[in-house]
């Protein structure tokens, strides 16, 4: 079954960055599209991006353009998302998943990784 491994997080200062990293493993990830959503909890999940399995599409939600990339590395089996100037409204649990903008979302999550912006 699909297993994603968050990580990256961290307690950042308002203005900071951070990339964080999504390693799957279980199915072929070269072969499916891959999101990112953060939340205060599992039951809050938003979307925040998704990308198409070859990186030729790209979605953000709203609040997510302009200051978050995703992409990926499919030979590492790796998903990424660098925040830049964050703010206090960016702290919250970070997950990946299969699917997305355009796709279903996957059954299973991984943990998450914490995202903690405060001076």
């Known amino acids: 079954q699909a297993?994603?491994?968050e990580s990256g997080g961290?307690?950042?200062q308002p203005g900071g960055s951070l990339t964080l990293s999504c390693k799957a493993s279980g199915f072929p990830f070269s072969r499916y599209a891959l999101s990112w959503h953060r939340g205060a909890s599992p039951?809050?999940?938003v979307l925040v991006a998704t990308i198409t399995s070859d990186s030729g599409g790209i979605d953000y939600s709203n609040f997510?353009?302009?200051r978050f990339t995703i992409f990926r590395d499919n030979a590492k089996n790796t998903g990424y998302l660098q925040i830049?100037?964050?703010t206090s409204e960016d702290t919250g649990v970070y997950y990946c998943n299969t699917g997305g903008t355009w796709f279903p979302l996957g059954d299973h999550w991984g943990q998450g990784t914490q995202v903690t912006?405060?001076?």
């Open 3 to 5: 297993q994603f491994v």
């Open 10 to 12: 961290g307690l950042v």
């Open 43 to 45: 039951t809050e999940r």
């Open 64 to 66: 997510a353009k302009g």
């Open 84 to 86: 830049n100037n964050l």
């Open 117 to 119: 912006v405060s001076s």
